[in-house]
C-alpha cells in the first residue's frame, strides 16, 4: 500500500513518515487555524485504506467517529487509548501523563478538546495537535526523569509544560516561556485547573512572559529543552542552556520544516538528527507573530 507523505501535524501541519493510520484524522482544509469544526477526510482514508471493513463500521473511521460523538465518558482517556491504539504512544509513562493532564482546561472553549488537529488560541497560535505532543513527550521522556529540568520554549496553552512538570515532579523544576503576556496569563489558569496544580503552587513549575531565543537561564543547565514554534536556525542560547547528556527537540525551518532531535553530548559536542517534517507557527519576535507575519 502506497501512502501518502503529507499528514496533518504540529502546530499546523506536517508531512511525517510515521503513524499513517492518523491520516483519518486530516482536517479538510490543511489549514487547522481555521476556527470551523474540523472534520475527517474521507477520500485520504478511502484511497489509503483499502480495507472491507470500510463500510461496515468497524474501521477506524467509523470507530472515530463514533468516538467524537458520544458522550459521557472520560474522553481524555479514550483520546490516549487512540494514540495508543494507532501507535502513536508506545510509552506507559506517556500515557499516564496525557491520561492525567485533561486537554479540555487547555483548549478555548468552542473547540473540541481531544480531537487531533492542532487548535487556535489566538494572537496567531495554535495548540499543537495530541499526537503532536504525544511525539514530543515521547521524544524527551529520557530527559523528563524525576528531578530533571526543562524548558518549553512558547509554552502556548501551558499543556505540554504542564505534561513535563508530571513528569519530573516535585524535585524536578520546569520552565515554560512565552512572548504573548495574555497567553502566559491564561496558561497559569489553565494549569490551576489541572493535575499540575500543585507543582505550580508549589514553585516547580513556573511560566513567564519574555523572548524564548533566549532561554530561561535562571534554572539551566536543562535536561529537556522543548520548543514549540519553528526557528529559523536553532537559538545558541537554547545550545548554551542545554546539559551535557540534555536533549532538545526543536522545528527548524520556515516553509519546510524539520523536527530536530538535538542530543549535547557528554565532551559538550552536538548530534542532531530529523525526527520528522512538521509545520509549526515560527518562532519570532511578539510584533511579527501579531502582525500575522
Ligand atoms: N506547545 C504550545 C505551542 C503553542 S504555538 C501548545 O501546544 O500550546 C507556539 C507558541 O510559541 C505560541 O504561543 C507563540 O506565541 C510562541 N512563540 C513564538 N515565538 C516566540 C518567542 N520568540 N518567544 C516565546 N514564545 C514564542
Not at 85 to 109: C, L, N, Q, W
Not at 187 to 200: C, G, V
Amino acid at each position: 500500500m502506497r501512502l501518502s507523505p503529507a499528514l496533518a501535524y504540529g502546530c499546523h501541519y506536517s508531512a511525517p513518515p510515521l503513524k499513517h493510520l492518523l491520516t483519518f484524522t486530516l482536517p479538510r482544509h490543511h489549514r487547522p487555524t481555521h476556527s470551523t469544526p474540523l472534520l475527517p477526510t474521507t477520500l485520504l482514508l478511502s484511497s489509503q485504506f483499502p480495507n472491507p471493513n470500510f463500510l461496515t463500521g468497524n474501521c477506524p473511521f467509523f470507530r472515530m467517529e463514533r468516538f467524537w460523538a458520544g458522550s459521557g465518558i472520560n474522553k481524555n482517556k479514550a483520546m490516549v487509548e487512540h494514540l495508543k491504539t494507532y501507535g502513536v504512544i508506545t510509552s506507559e509513562k506517556v500515557a499516564e501523563v496525557m491520561e492525567g493532564i485533561d486537554r479540555a482546561f487547555f483548549v478555548p472553549d468552542g473547540n473540541a478538546p481531544y480531537y487531533d488537529s492542532p487548535m487556535p488560541i489566538g494572537y496567531n497560535a495554535t495548540i499543537s495537535a495530541p499526537h503532536m505532543h504525544a511525539t514530543c513527550l515521547q521524544l524527551l521522556e529520557e530527559n523528563l526523569q524525576p528531578g530533571m529540568h526543562a524548558l518549553d520554549v512558547g509554552s502556548g496553552t501551558g499543556y505540554l509544560t504542564a505534561c513535563f512538570a508530571l513528569m519530573v515532579g516535585p524535585q524536578g523544576r520546569v520552565v515554560g516561556v512565552e512572548h504573548i503576556p495574555e497567553l502566559v496569563s491564561s496558561s497559569i489558569s489553565n494549569i490551576q485547573k489541572s493535575a499540575a496544580a500543585p507543582l505550580l503552587k508549589e514553585g516547580s513549575l513556573s511560566v513567564h512572559a519574555g523572548d524564548g531565543r533566549l532561554g530561561w537561564p535562571e534554572h539551566a543547565p536543562y535536561d529537556a529543552i522543548h520548543v514549540g514554534a519553528a526557528a529559523p536556525e536553532i537559538p545558541q542560547a537554547l545550545i548554551d542552556q542545554l546539559k551535557p547528556g540534555g536533549r532538545m527537540v526543536i522545528p527548524v525551518g520556515s516553509v519546510f520544516q524539520d523536527l530536530k532531535v538535538i542530543d549535547k553530548n557528554l565532551d559538550g559536542s552536538l548530534s542532531v538528527r530529523n525526527e520528522t517534517s512538521v509545520r509549526y507557527v515560527p518562532l519570532t519576535s511578539r510584533d511579527v507573530q501579531l502582525r500575522g507575519g
